[in-house]
C-alpha cells in the first residue's frame, strides 16, 4: 500500500462505531441517536492483496471483496487523498443487525472512513470525513449519530452538513425487538407515497420540534406524543403488519416512546427502569402475531466513533 511506507506499512487501526437509530419517528431523515452496541473493524496495510474476515452478524451473506462496504468506504479515502491501495488485511467483528434498522450499512461506511482516515495520518477533516460519509450513505441521520456519538440533529443545506447535539436525560434505554425478517431501506422507501398531506407534514413538524423540546428539558412524559409520526411508519404497515401490535404492547408496557428504527425491521422502545418488561410485552405480541425474533436491551451511546492506531514497532496506541 502506497501510502509513505514509513509511518503506513507498519500499522494497523482498530475501530469501534455504533449502532444508530434513525427518524426516532418524526424526525424522518434528519434525527438520529447512536446505540450502545457496536461494530469492531481491524485493518492492517499489507505489501499486497486483500484479506476480508467477517465474524458474526452477516458472516454468511456480506462480500469480503471489493464490494464489502468497510473497504469501498476506504478506498474513498484513499481516492480523495491521492494513495494508492495494494494490500490490507480487514477484521469485521460485527453485533448491530444487517439490514434490521439499527444502522449497520452506516457503520460500516463510518468504520472504512475513519479507519483508511487514520491510516493516512488523519489526512481529511471531521467535518470532511461526515461529508464523505453522507455522501457514500446518504442518510444523514444515520452517518451523524454513528460517526458522533449521541442524539444529532442533522441537515444538508448548499451542500454542506449542519448539525446540533441533543443532550439526552441520563437514564434512557432501548430496549429492541430484532425480527427475524429483513426490511431493505430500498423497499421501505419504495411504499412512501411521493407527496404528503400538508395535515401529516405539520403534524410530524411539531412532534419532531418537540421531540427535541422534550429531550432537552428532561420531559420524559411528552415522548409517547413526540415520538408519534404520520410520514412514513404507516406506510410501512404493508412491510411490516404486525408493527403497530407491537407498538401498542410497549406503550401499555410503560415505554415512554416507540418508533421503527430507520427503516425497520427493528422496533425500538424508549423506557427507564421498566425496559425488561417492555421487552416482554414485545416478545408475547411478536409471538401472537407469529413473528420471531431477538430483544435487547441496550443504553444509548454518548460517544461516536473511536479510533487507536497501533505501530508494529511499538507496544501501545500511538
Same mark, same amino acid.
Given at each position: 500500500?502506497?501510502?509513505g ?6 500499522? &494497523?487501526?482498530?475501530?469501534?462505531? *455504533? ?6 419517528? *418524526? ?23 486483500? !484479506?476480508?474476515?467477517?465474524?458474526? #452478524? ?12 468497510? /473497504? ?12 494508492? /491501495?495494494?494490500? /490490507?488485511?480487514? #477484521?469485521?467483528?460485527n ?16 468504520a ?14 471531521? $467535518? ?44 434512557? &434505554? ?5 425480527? $427475524?425478517?429483513?426490511?431493505? !431501506? &430500498? #423497499? ?27 429531550? !432537552? ?11 408519534? $409520526? ?24 410503560g ?9 425497520g ?10 425496559? #425488561? ?7 408475547t ?13 441496550? *443504553? ?19
Open positions: 500500500m502506497e501510502l511506507r514509513a509511518t503506513i506499512s507498519d500499522s &494497523k487501526v482498530i475501530v469501534r462505531v *455504533p449502532a444508530t437509530a434513525a427518524n426516532l419517528g *418524526p424526525g424522518f431523515d434528519c434525527l438520529g441517536m447512536a446505540l450502545g452496541l457496536y461494530n469492531v473493524v481491524t485493518a492492517e496495510a499489507t505489501p499486497s492483496r486483500l !484479506t476480508a474476515r467477517i465474524i458474526g #452478524e452477516g458472516e454468511d451473506a456480506l462480500p469480503r471483496g471489493a464490494e464489502n462496504q468497510v /473497504l469501498r468506504a476506504m478506498r474513498a479515502v484513499f481516492r480523495r487523498v491521492g494513495r494508492r /491501495l495494494t494490500g /490490507l488485511s480487514l #477484521e469485521l467483528q453485533v448491530i443487525p444487517v439490514a434490521r434498522g439499527p444502522g449497520s450499512s452506516a457503520a460500516a461506511t463510518v472504512g472512513l475513519v479507519a483508511a482516515n487514520s491510516l493516512c495520518g488523519e489526512a481529511l477533516s471531521r $467535518d470532511q470525513i461526515l461529508a464523505l460519509a453522507i455522501q457514500l450513505e446518504g442518510h444523514p441521520d444515520n452517518v451523524a449519530p454513528a460517526f458522533l456519538g449521541g442524539m444529532v440533529v442533522v441537515v444538508q443545506e448548499t451542500g454542506r452538513a449542519i448539525y446540533a447535539h441533543v443532550p439526552v436525560p441520563a437514564g434512557l &434505554k432501548a430496549a429492541l425487538f430484532v425480527p $427475524d425478517f429483513a426490511m431493505l !431501506t &430500498k #423497499e421501505a422507501r419504495r411504499v412512501l407515497p411521493r407527496r404528503v398531506e400538508r395535515a401529516d407534514a405539520v403534524y410530524n413538524i411539531g412532534r419532531a420540534a418537540l421531540l427535541v423540546a422534550a429531550l !432537552t428539558q428532561g420531559r420524559l412524559e411528552l415522548l409517547d406524543v413526540a415520538t408519534r $409520526d404520520r410520514l412514513h411508519q404507516p406506510y410501512r404497515e404493508a412491510l411490516f403488519p404486525a408493527m403497530p401490535r407491537l407498538f401498542g404492547a410497549a406503550r401499555e408496557a415505554a415512554l416512546g416507540v418508533f421503527l428504527s430507520g427503516a425491521s427493528t422496533v425500538l422502545a424508549l423506557c427507564q427502569e421498566n425496559a #425488561e418488561g417492555v421487552t416482554q410485552a414485545m416478545a405480541a411478536a409471538r401472537e402475531a407469529g413473528i420471531g425474533g431477538r430483544f435487547l436491551v441496550i *443504553p444509548l451511546s454518548p460517544q461516536g466513533t473511536e479510533s487507536t492506531l497501533v505501530r508494529s514497532n511499538t507496544t501501545g496506541p500511538a
